[in-house]
């Protein structure tokens, strides 16, 4: 408890009125307030003061309030061995006996029946160990809020990133998800223009043009270069010929197949030589 707080309780309570005050030691008697001490306190030099009143003259000055000598508040004891022995001898009754408390005991139980039990408490003193007591709940109560505070922070920021991780998570979802239907109309779409025949005719030129356009420079593994080459020369040849019942537009995608077929890194470079001549000579 700090000085100030000290003063500030330990002042409020009337002083005990000694029972035989010409019994009591004039060295017990504090010399500032001239009351017998309720918390006895000593000084270096040997004086017995109230505390609450040596506080008081210390904080205004650093000396002895009876010799002068230096006295600093850290040197300030309490009541000790046969001198205490003496204090808790006498004999008190309360303060407040003018407006009809009838306690009397010894001197060291009396702060405790003010303070608690005295229905003739001095008001004001009531208040300010109730104000006093508020205060500490008070600090309490906001250390506690302090923490929850701080909890609840703590779980709103686990909250927030969990929720940041759980929307990351989902956009990778919808991305997988796209990603494997596009992988699978992929492969919709390469079993519709490859499945596993070459059988590519006049009828197909525009299929087999698709087929090697979807995968220029990285023909599938499982498809044969050569084999693809010869539906191409057949192909070419139906086109050569010319005949009558040749497709609609055979022209053209024959032209469409042969350049794609150029683009790409299907054919080894003989083929390619063909292929070449073949598009020099119809186009």
């Not at 004891?77 to 009397?104: E, F, M, P, Y």
């Not at 779980?155 to 997988?176: C, G, H, I, M, P």
């Amino acid at each position: 408890m700090g000085s100030s707080s000290r003063v500030g309780i330990m002042s409020a309570i009337p002083p005990p009125v000694p029972l035989r005050l010409a019994e009591v030691p004039e060295d017990l008697i504090c010399s500032i307030c001239m009351s017998v001490p309720t918390d006895p306190t000593i000084t270096p030099c040997q004086h017995v003061f109230c505390g609450h009143c040596i506080y008081r003259a210390l904080n205004a000055s650093n000396l002895c309030p009876i010799d002068r000598e230096p006295c600093q508040i850290h040197q300030l004891q309490t009541l000790a061995g046969c001198t205490r022995r003496i204090w808790t001898g006498i004999q008190v009754k309360c303060g407040n006996h003018d407006s009809g408390c009838g306690w009397t005991g010894g001197i060291g139980d009396y702060e405790g029946h003010a303070r608690t039990t005295c229905v003739h408490a001095n008001v004001t003193e009531r208040s300010e160990r109730r104000i006093h007591e508020l205060e500490q709940e008070k600090t309490r109560l906001m250390d506690r809020l302090q923490t929850s505070e701080s909890a609840r922070i703590s779980v709103e920021t686990q909250l927030a990133d969990a929720k940041a991780k759980n929307q990351e998570l989902k956009k990778y979802e919808v991305q997988y998800l796209l990603l494997k239907s596009l992988n699978d109309l992929k492969e919709v779409e390469s079993k519709r223009l490859f499945n596993g025949q070459y059988d590519f005719g006049r009828h197909d030129v525009v299929r087999l043009a698709q087929l090697i356009s979807k995968h220029l420079e990285d023909k599938p593994s499982e498809i044969d270069r050569n084999k693809i080459y010869d539906c191409i020369r057949g192909c070419y040849n139906d086109l050569d010929r010319g005949y009558s019942d040749n497709p609609a537009h055979y022209y053209m995608d024959m032209r469409m197949l042969l350049a794609t077929c150029l683009a790409s890194t299907w054919f080894s470079n003989r083929q390619r030589d063909s292929l070449i001549r073949w598009y020099s000579e119809k186009f």
